[in-house]
């Protein structure tokens, strides 16, 4: 992180130590912190499952070690409009959105920012792995030094205005030294496990968690040649690839003893198409298309040649942008990309320059 001249910096406390480390640093290097906590989801508070409560209590102990005032902030009503709705949406019409990126677009550094300028404040800070260069209007947003917690991906969707306000004091920290400081600062949350839940969802079981919202609709889960090899409880549970919990993997159709894995959704029948082996050919696309882009700065350039990811925790895969106009991009990959699924996002870079990217059609 570029050193800045001491400022009001709101940071973003999210009760993991991410972004206790994140005040920590700012604090440590001179800047007035402020810590505000965001609820972005009310609906069940009382359920045992639903982690805010704990949460907040965590931020509050890490505030109270670090000397810094903190405030409760209550987003959960533009999370229903301008997340949960689209969230709703895309399982609606058989896709399989990423909440985390519009959450990052809409609510983290757009609510929170709004929030922390009435606040005075110079900066917005969160415990993102990644890294911010140069300045506005040509600022870049790069992966983080730690290529395993990089969390560019999803900050693709972030625009000028967002980032010149922005800062990641761990894009140059490997996580295990994050915990280091931590235990060295005497943050009470040194240990405390990452969460790997959905931003609003948190670890509860996800497929009782779209039941309360969406009816199940059981159908059939056949091979592409139409046959009926079991039934599934809605196509909103799956996503293209999975393999495990389709319930058929004792079920011989194909090659003796291959896994068999979502491959594809006919939402005119209801039916979830499942195909056997790891590479079977409806697994496997040279060519994604994206609509809805987002540029971080300049597009990139129709005939050129960069790496892309099309979901999160992917090896960085060499392409070529084939077509690119304002609404809608086609990439042709070296190598053929395993089970791309339609409502994730495809994001691109240039070395470690993250250029944005596109929803997956």
């Given at each position: ?59 509050l102990a ?241 005939g050129k ?26 990439l042709h ?29």
């Amino acid at each position: 992180m570029s050193k800045i001249a001491a400022s009001k910096i709101v940071v973003g406390l999210s009760g993991g130590v991410d972004s206790a480390v994140t005040a920590w640093l700012l604090k440590q290097a001179g800047h007035e912190v402020v810590g505000v906590f965001m609820k972005n989801w009310e609906a069940d508070d009382l359920d045992e499952d639903c982690p805010i409560a704990q949460d907040y209590r965590d931020v509050l102990a890490i505030a109270e070690v670090l000397g810094i005032e903190v405030e409760l902030v209550n987003f959960s009503r533009e999370y229903q409009d301008r997340v949960f709705a689209y969230f709703l949406a895309e399982y609606q019409a058989g896709r399989t959105p990423n909440p985390d990126v519009l959450c990052n677009a809409e609510i983290k550094f757009k609510a929170f920012l709004e929030h922390a300028m009435t606040l005075g404040a110079d900066f917005i800070a969160t415990g993102h792995y990644a890294r911010l260069e140069g300045e506005s209007p040509g600022r870049r947003l790069l992966k983080a030094a730690d290529a395993n917690k990089d969390q560019s991906y999803f900050l693709y969707r972030l625009q000028q205005h967002q980032i010149a306000r922005a800062l990641f004091p761990l894009g140059e920290l490997p996580k295990p030294k994050v915990r280091e400081l931590a235990r060295q600062a005497n943050i009470p949350v040194a240990e405390k496990k990452d969460s790997t839940g959905i931003c609003f969802i948190g670890e509860r079981p996800f497929r009782e968690f779209l039941q309360r919202y969406m009816p199940i609709q059981p159908g059939n889960m056949v091979t592409p040649e139409g046959k009926i090899m079991g039934r599934h409880q809605g196509l909103m549970f799956h996503t293209l690839g999975q393999r495990k919990g389709l319930g058929i993997g004792g079920v011989k159709g194909g090659e003796e003893g291959e896994p068999w894995f979502a491959a594809g959704k006919n939402l005119a029948r209801n039916e979830l198409i499942v195909v056997q082996g790891h590479e079977h050919p409806l697994l496997l696309s040279h060519v994604v298309r994206a609509a809805d882009l987002s540029w971080i700065g300049a597009p990139p350039e129709a005939g050129k040649r960069y790496t892309a990811k099309t979901r999160y925790r992917q090896q960085d895969a060499t392409c070529e942008v084939q077509t690119l106009s304002a609404e809608t991009m086609t990439l042709h990959f070296d190598q053929p990309q395993w089970a791309v699924t339609p409502g994730q996002s495809v994001v691109l870079y240039n070395d470690d320059i993250c250029l944005g990217g596109g929803v997956i059609q």
